[in-house]
């Protein structure tokens, strides 16, 4: 038997921290002879129903699941953790401004940076998926003496999830023949979905859907406003999806990408496109065979997408400046 590997998981009892646990602890993530410890970490009054999820996973009796532990406190939450998930924070509340919830948030993650810092193991990477995801992760990397840039992520997975669906839908395929789908930016309404370098079976996605108004327009606003669509719809934000697309974003990352494709998660910008450097931001990312991870250089940008990717930048250079109090200098 193999090691196993320490999973951090903050808002364990929320939503999609009860769609995901299961799937981590079957196996599904890491694969299925890779045994896990997870800890999980709630604040005070998600306690009680933490408590209920423990014993449900106890429950299941998984082959892997090697240990469980339920805390609030931060250092004994991230204690070895070779992966954290960083799901909980504050949902924006009626009359909350952004910049509220970006105060009120940031300060979450200010600490959990510094926790990780003290107490996961070496090699931890981290991804945010906790809203605002980018600006979330750029604070806990600026709190995390010490752990590399490299190893934080935020989450734009189910975006580009999401604008695959939609392309199949359209082209009336499947959505694994959509490749190449690359989420600029940040995860919010500015997110840019660039279906001009996307490809369908090995085509041009622009080859294959004519309709330009519809890729211009109705698409990207589909895509965006997925989100509010589904809690219009559920009466509750879209969880399962979210916590699947967690795991697609993991799973990406630990496993080498198909020659040829890429896929969107926001990390801290090198420079790349333009981009300034040190923001988190949504770009084409693959794994190497090596296991580490690079931006794919050299995917054309046209007029139309720089605008589309500068107004999304923009956004998360206002996002820096509103909680710069929170980033060390
Ligand atoms: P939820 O409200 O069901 O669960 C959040 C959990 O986090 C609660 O149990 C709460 O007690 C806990 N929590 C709050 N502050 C915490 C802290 N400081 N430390 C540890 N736990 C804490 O919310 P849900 O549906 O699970 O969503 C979680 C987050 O994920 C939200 O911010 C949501 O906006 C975001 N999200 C991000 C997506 C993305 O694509 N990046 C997609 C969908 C949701």
């Known amino acids: 038997m193999k090691e196993p590997i320490t999973v951090s998981i903050t808002g364990a009892a929320g939503q999609i921290g009860y769609a995901i646990l299961f799937r981590i602890a079957s196996g599904f993530v890491f694969g299925e002879e890779q045994p896990v410890n997870l800890r999980l970490?709630?604040?005070?009054?998600?306690?009680?129903?933490?408590?209920?999820?423990?014993?449900?996973?106890?429950?299941?009796?998984?082959?892997?699941?090697?240990?469980?532990?339920?805390?609030?406190?931060?250092?004994?939450?991230?204690?070895?953790?070779?992966?954290?998930?960083?799901?909980?924070?504050?949902?924006?509340?009626?009359?909350?401004?952004?910049?509220?919830?970006?105060?009120?948030?940031?300060?979450?993650?200010?600490?959990?940076?510094?926790?990780?810092?003290?107490?996961?193991?070496?090699?931890?990477?981290?991804?945010?998926?906790?809203?605002?995801?980018?600006?979330?992760?750029?604070?806990?990397?600026?709190?995390?003496?010490?752990?590399?840039?490299?190893?934080?992520?935020?989450?734009?997975?189910?975006?580009?999830?999401?604008?695959?669906?939609?392309?199949?839908?359209?082209?009336?395929?499947?959505?694994?023949?959509?490749?190449?789908?690359?989420?600029?930016?940040?995860?919010?309404?500015?997110?840019?979905?660039?279906?001009?370098?996307?490809?369908?079976?090995?085509?041009?996605?622009?080859?294959?859907?004519?309709?330009?108004?519809?890729?211009?327009?109705?698409?990207?606003?589909?895509?965006?406003?997925?989100?509010?669509?589904i809690i219009n719809a559920r009466g509750a934000s879209s969880a399962a999806s979210a916590a699947n697309a967690a795991m697609d974003t993991v799973k990406s990352l630990i496993n080498p990408t198909p020659e040829g494709d890429w896929y969107s998660v926001a990390v801290c910008s090198d420079g790349s496109y333009g981009i300034e450097k040190g923001l988190i931001v949504s770009m084409p990312i693959r794994t190497k065979d090596d296991g580490s991870w690079e931006v794919v250089q050299g995917v054309p940008v046209n007029d139309f997408s720089r605008e589309k990717i500068d107004a999304t930048v923009n956004e998360l250079k206002e996002e820096r400046d509103a909680v710069k109090d929170l980033i060390p200098a």
Request: net charge negative; aromatic share 6%.
């Open 41 to 229: 970490i709630e604040i005070e009054p998600g306690l009680p129903a933490l408590k209920g999820v423990v014993m449900e996973l106890e429950d299941c009796a998984f082959p892997l699941l090697n240990e469980v532990v339920a805390t609030t406190d931060l250092d004994e939450g991230f204690k070895g953790a070779n992966w954290a998930f960083l799901i909980g924070s504050v949902p924006r509340k009626a009359g909350m401004e952004r910049a509220d919830l970006l105060g009120i948030n940031g300060k979450i993650f200010t600490g959990q940076g510094q926790a990780i810092a003290r107490s996961a193991s070496k090699d931890v990477r981290v991804l945010v998926v906790g809203n605002p995801c980018n600006t979330n992760a750029l604070i806990a990397m600026n709190n995390a003496e010490g752990v590399p840039n490299d190893r934080f992520f935020a989450m734009t997975r189910l975006d580009e999830n999401r604008a695959k669906s939609q392309l199949a839908a359209k082209a009336g395929v499947h959505n694994s023949d959509v490749t190449n789908l690359c989420i600029w930016g940040n995860h919010s309404a500015t997110q840019y979905p660039d279906f001009t370098n996307a490809k369908i079976k090995g085509r041009p996605v622009t080859e294959v859907i004519t309709d330009r108004d519809w890729l211009e327009g109705e698409f990207i606003k589909t895509v965006q406003q997925r989100g509010a669509a």
